[in-house]
């Protein structure tokens, strides 16, 4: 009897080991238990200081029951307080203490990063990381001073981290950035020689091709759009008899936008509100009622094409760019509010945005005419154009039924403004206009380097509905000007090819 019952102890005793074993050994990876999170929007967690205190260890588990340890670990696995968050959801929280505390987290990590990547703490970086303390490192050597942007390598939000030293600004969105050396010598070169009394337009053109510095792009652009004359004694006659004559416009048509020619207004009002999706400024009335009357002026001064749609979206590059030479800061001012600023100057902006985008359509009138044979012509031309640079690509298209019509008329129509960041387009538009017909016949080769730069994706994707969602929605919202200066080259490689022979755009029989 007492054998059995040793037996029956002995067996018990074996099973409670087995079970304790099994879960200690599974205790690593217990289900629904906290582990950090790696990836780039979660760096790795930092080691502490040796000199930190370190927390009591607990008392030895081997007697605990390996069970109730589980359940210890796992019991709120699954309850994150979902009344918390309902409650949260329903707070009214101010704008203004949102930005604030926002700021403070941003300037906060700032700091602890540089602490972190500067501290004895600190591992073996990767080839990535000393690629670009070295290129920091040499940027420092010619003279720019490094900032705190520069020493953060990791943590969320690396690409839109702001340096500590920024000061407010007001309503603008975006701070303006340092002018780098090759930056700053070339805005001295452009202002010697604008500062002349005859302005070499050539060699303005030639040094403007490859971008113009913000703050001498608006008086460039103006020049090299033939708004304002090369004679430097000219400039301020021009100027103050051009605007005159605009307003003497306002005054003698925009009264007929209710009457005769009512139509045309109310397009343009349907139209002007939906550019949203490139200004965000245009939810403002006083900009809205700025486009309305420079697209209605225009349209009734060329009755031959009136107001066609995408033109609204030609004023955009224009006026922000003019409106920049009053704001000290960068281009990108989606939410400053324009009636801050005196009504002279707002009358300025409006009335140089008139006549630079003027002289914009006189070369590409035919884009905008009846049936719009210059756009056709154009989209007939890059077909031709692709096929030869990129048959694959046109094989692909022409397999799957995809028009080059479906998707390239608004590139010709809107000069790609609605498929490039606005301060893309600008950077664009400073080449476009150190180009002879830059906004005609150089647009064309852009635009076939632009479908190319996608050509990979447009390959991978297996039907009509696919090519068609992705040639309308191509991911360029990250494109900053390093992009568009490698297309522009490609452009211009194009252009060297082809723009001497003709017959490359003909149709083969």
């Known amino acids: 009897m007492s054998a059995a019952v040793m037996s029956s102890n002995s067996n018990q005793q074996h099973k409670g080991n087995k079970q304790s074993s099994f879960w200690k ?24 200081p040796s000199s930190a205190p370190s927390t009591p260890k607990k008392e030895s588990r081997q007697n605990k029951d390996a069970f109730q340890d589980f359940e210890d670990n796992t019991i709120d696995a699954w309850d994150d307080g979902d009344d918390d968050l309902i409650a949260m959801a329903n707070m009214n929280i101010s704008l203004k ?3 604030s505390t926002a700021m403070a987290v941003i300037h906060s990590h700032s700091l602890h990063s540089k602490f972190s990547s500067n501290g004895a703490t600190d591992t073996h970086s990767s080839p990535q990381e000393e690629s670009l303390e070295k290129r920091h490192r040499h940027g420092s050597d010619q003279g720019d001073p490094p900032t705190h942007t520069e020493y953060n390598h990791g943590g969320p939000g690396v690409g839109v981290r702001l340096s500590s030293t920024m000061t407010t600004m007001g309503p603008i969105k975006l701070a303006e950035g340092r002018v780098s050396a090759r930056e700053a010598h070339k805005l001295e070169k452009i202002k010697t020689i604008l500062s002349v009394p005859n302005t070499d337009l050539d060699e303005l053109k030639k040094i403007s ?20 004359p090369a004679s430097a004694d000219r400039r301020a006659l021009t100027l ?7 307003f003497g416009f306002i005054d003698q048509y925009f009264e007929t936008r209710t009457s005769t020619h009512k139509d045309v207004f109310r397009q343009l009002q349907k139209d ?22 420079v697209l209605y002026i225009w349209a009734i001064r060329h009755p031959a094409s009136g107001y066609v749609q995408g033109m609204n979206d030609l004023v955009t590059p224009f006026f922000v760019v003019y409106l920049a030479e009053f704001v000290d800061n960068d281009i990108e001012m989606d939410n400053f509010d324009i009636s801050q600023l005196p009504k002279e100057t707002l009358d300025v902006i409006e009335a140089d945005s008139f006549w630079c985008m003027s002289k914009l359509l006189d070369g ?27 048959a694959p690509l046109h094989t692909h298209l022409m397999k799957h039924s995809v028009e080059f019509l479906q998707f390239s008329f ?47 994706d447009l390959l991978r994707e297996r039907d009509f509905q696919g090519l068609m969602m992705l040639l309308q929605n191509l991911p360029t919202h990250h494109w900053q000007n390093e992009e568009i200066d490698l297309m522009l080259a490609e452009a211009f490689k194009l252009k060297f090819m082809f723009a001497d022979a003709p017959n490359h755009f003909k149709k083969q029989s």
């Open 25 to 48: 050994k599974n205790s690593t990876s217990l289900p629904g238990s906290i582990k950090p999170v790696y990836g780039a929007q979660h760096p790795p967690m930092q080691a502490k």
């Open 97 to 99: 203490d949102v930005k």
């Open 209 to 228: 091709w490859s971008g113009i510095p913000r703050p001498i792009r608006a008086t460039t652009w103006k020049i090299l759009s033939g708004y304002l």
């Open 272 to 293: 002007i509100p939906r550019m949203t999706q490139i200004l965000e400024m245009m939810r403002q009335p006083l900009v809205q009622e700025i486009f309305e009357r």
């Open 410 to 456: 608004r590139w010709m129509n809107n000069l790609l403004t609605r498929e490039l960041p606005l301060k893309c387009t600008i950077r664009l538009w400073d080449t476009y206009l150190s180009e002879p017909d830059g906004f005609a016949s150089f647009h064309l080769y852009v635009c076939a380097a632009f479908l190319c730069r996608f050509s990979q």
């Open 240 to 246: 103050q008899r051009k605007r005159k004559e605009y």
């Open 364 to 390: 590409i009138q035919d884009n905008y005419t009846f049936a719009q044979p210059g756009i056709q012509l154009k989209v007939n031309a890059l077909k031709e154009l692709v096929k030869r640079i990129d």
